[in-house]
């Protein structure tokens, strides 16, 4: 095979999301063959800036032996994600760097292979030598394993791997009707918090809550969005598919408003002429949110938003449940949409006026809480997790967190919406 190796970065936004995105895009330039797991590494060259996130992978060139050709892809692909140039090693929505191709040797005023900075990078050695630990690099037939290995521990120590990320594994479902499943205690472990009223402000602010809007809250749970919704004046349907979540939200809306109905959205949006349609931290458990994002494209009066609050792929690899469960990262990355891939997709069924709202914030815990959380599954992805590192990850959150008088976990959160044209 002809292999050219392509490093990829970002810093910016939902920077893991962004690798997603490129790592699908390469695949239309030419055949993935390995791409490594992601990395969170510290800034290089310019130190006051978010961390990276880094992985390199493989592409199989064919016959071809250009990589001029390959570098006009590989900004194109850039630019396509709205990287810009302003200052060197600065913070970018998206980097593609080609690190080497095939043993071609080239210096030239256009580019220069291998890349000339490959060898004093470990953020670029050590992805690089998770998928060719033993490739040969020009000219002297160094590897990438040996490489790294002559860098300081201090430069080895700032990249941190995410285990699973590379290739994700098969997005597994949960049964919120289940004994003892997610919906057993869900009132009592996931109580609307000051961090849900700033999500629930972002998705009221995108789709113009008020008085007399018609409004269907998709996976509505147990109706604490939806009543928010109502209390603004809107006429609110909840949808939901958990008989267990659905007997909880009618139990506390006796008044008619919010209306509760069992379905799947996936399968039949119900009513029409909506003038919002929302969904809050539920789109992960959709079969097919291609579909899902049609039909209710379709439902919409003309003019009409769809907002769906989400998580961030950087919310996943940036907690700290992740130091301790190796899997909590890959497993939710495999569940959730990107926030650059949500935003694809809306425009891709059709959706105009596409916006992205951020909001981040901050839990605040004493070691007991957050071991009674977790150890009662609070959300759903500990539901997902094997008892074997179930277990073992209680066991180091008590050995790093046992002692603390207070746990304060970064929350991050994306809205994304789009208007029906």
């Known amino acids: 095979m002809n292999l050219a190796y392509v490093a990829l970065g970002s810093n910016l936004g939902d920077a893991p999301g962004y690798l997603r995105e490129a ?21 290089w060259g310019k130190p006051n800036q978010p961390h990276f996130y880094n992985a390199v992978v493989a592409l199989d060139m064919g016959r071809r032996r250009d990589p001029q050709r390959l570098l006009y892809a590989l900004t194109a692909i850039e630019t396509e994600y709205e990287r810009t140039r302003v200052d060197r090693w600065g913070p970018r929505t998206l980097d593609l760097d080609l690190l080497a191709y095939d043993d071609i040797v080239d210096e030239n005023p256009r580019y220069t292979v291998p890349h000339p900075l490959l060898r004093q990078r470990a953020f670029v050695l050590a992805p690089l030598a998770d998928i060719a630990p033993d490739l040969r690099l020009p000219p002297d037939g160094a590897t990438p394993k040996e490489l790294l290995e002559k860098l300081t521990p201090e430069e080895r120590e700032n990249i941190v791997r995410l285990p699973g990320t590379g290739h994700l594994p098969a997005a597994r479902a949960v049964d919120y009707d ?42 509505c749970g147990t109706g604490r969005f939806s009543r928010l919704l109502a209390d603004a004046g809107a006429t609110v349907t909840g949808l939901d598919k958990s008989e267990t979540m659905l007997a909880r939200a009618r139990e506390q809306s006796p008044g008619g408003n919010p209306t509760y109905v ?15 349609i929302t969904a809050f931290f539920t789109v ?20 009409g938003t769809l907002a769906i609050a ?45 916006e992205q709202r951020d909001v981040v914030g901050e839990a605040v815990h004493d070691f007991p809480s957050i071991e009674r959380l977790v150890q009662h599954k609070y959300i759903s992805t500990f539901h997902l997790l094997d008892n074997a590192e179930l277990a073992e990850g209680l066991e180091s ?24 044209p």
Do not use: C
């Open 310 to 354: 989400s998580f961030p792929h950087r919310h996943f690899a940036e907690s700290p449940f992740a130091r301790f469960f190796p899997n909590f990262a890959a497993i939710d990355m495999a569940r959730f949409p990107s926030a650059p891939a949500l935003s694809r997709m809306m425009r891709q069924v059709g959706f105009a006026n596409i």
């Open 178 to 219: 289940a004994d003892q499943g997610p919906g057993a205690e869900y009132d009592q472990l996931r109580p609307l918090s000051a961090f849900d009223r700033e999500v629930f402000d972002a998705v009221a602010n995108a789709v113009h809550a008020s008085r007399g809007m018609k409004i269907l809250d998709v996976g």
């Open 23 to 43: 790592l699908a895009r390469l695949a239309m330039v030419a055949t993935p063959v390995a791409n490594s797991d992601f990395y969170i590494t510290r800034p």
């Open 284 to 303: 992960h458990h959709f079969s097919s949110l291609d579909r899902f994002l049609l039909l209710a494209k379709q439902k919409l009066v003309p003019e």
């Open 262 to 276: 069992s379905g799947d959205a996936v399968e039949h949006v119900p009513g029409e002429n909506w003038n919002a």
């Open 397 to 420: 959150m008590r050995a790093a967190w046992g002692g603390a008088a207070e746990i304060r976990r970064a929350l991050m959160s994306v809205v994304i919406s789009g208007r029906r």
